[in-house]
């Protein structure tokens, strides 16, 4: 029998680190090796268990991150994008394997990233939604078949407390869009509109970001044409779906050799 994987949840005391977390205990392939906080944080020494709301795992909340990674271990991270980068630092020291679901990297942050991924076995995604990624395949695929006589255009929404704007996932689907395409995304991308902006150019792909009330993530992209118009839209219901791929990344990613991943090697796409 496979050994069951190790696996170190960060930002185990947030929402996401909860569902995570009882994800982990359900799940006969892995098992809860440690769950982190910030440092001095409230849930420091409560059980990993008891506080995802499932039966006690005997696992207590630590703040030390780099006392549980490991090379068998696989780390699952949604925490904010500095504590992050801190992270896949120690995963990357220790060869331990991370995936990280965080956005929200700044420029300089982004850089790091890239230096550190190909230094253990990694999988950074903005969305870890099976069905995102399915989406993002079909957006590529989309884009190059429409072509230029499509505009690409994309909305989302998120819950009031999201702090960055537009969403990673938005992000990636303008990428996404850009690649079937075959334009520079930084360059065509247009965030957003306000005031008199004359008609749109050719060359544009749009984002609009809403934000309100306790919304999940909802992501359209719509290809707006001459007499027709195709819209491809992904809703999560709820974060277990995030959960869930991060989940099966996790997995994944135990039987693979050091490199940068994404979501799209994962699923086989």
């Not at 809860?32 to 020494?45: D, K, M, P, S």
Request: aromatic fraction near 2%.
């Amino acid at each position: 029998m496979t050994a069951a994987v190790p696996i170190i949840v960060c930002g185990a005391a947030g929402r996401m680190g909860r569902t995570i977390t009882a994800l982990v205990a359900a799940e006969s392939r892995a098992r809860l090796h440690a769950a982190i906080e910030a440092h001095g944080h409230v849930t420091v020494g409560q059980d990993a268990g008891t506080l995802a709301g499932v039966s006690a795992l005997g696992v207590p909340v630590s703040d030390d991150y780099a006392a549980a990674a490991a090379p068998g271990t696989v780390t699952l991270d949604f925490t904010a994008a500095p504590a992050a980068v801190a992270h896949l630092r120690v995963a990357a020291d220790a060869g331990a394997g991370i995936v990280i679901g965080t956005t929200g990297f700044s420029a300089a942050e982004t850089r790091e990233l890239d230096a550190l991924a190909a230094r253990t076995r990694c999988v950074i995604a903005a969305n870890m939604s099976v069905g995102i990624n399915v989406l993002l395949m079909l957006v590529e695929q989309a884009a190059r078949v429409l072509g230029p006589g499509f505009d690409a255009e994309i909305v989302e929404i998120h819950h009031r407390l999201k702090v960055d704007s537009p969403s990673g996932t938005a992000l990636a689907l303008g990428h996404a869009a850009a690649t079937g395409l075959r334009r520079d995304f930084d360059a065509s991308k247009r965030l957003a509109r306000e005031g008199i902006v004359g008609a749109r150019s050719d060359s544009e792909i749009g984002i609009v970001a809403l934000r309100g009330g306790d919304v999940v993530g909802d992501h359209t992209v719509v290809f707006a044409g001459m007499g027709e118009r195709v819209e491809l839209t992904h809703r999560a219901h709820s974060r277990d779906c995030l959960a869930r791929g991060a989940v099966r990344a996790g997995l994944w990613l135990a039987g693979q050799a050091p490199s940068r991943y994404s979501m799209r090697d994962v699923l086989g796409l």
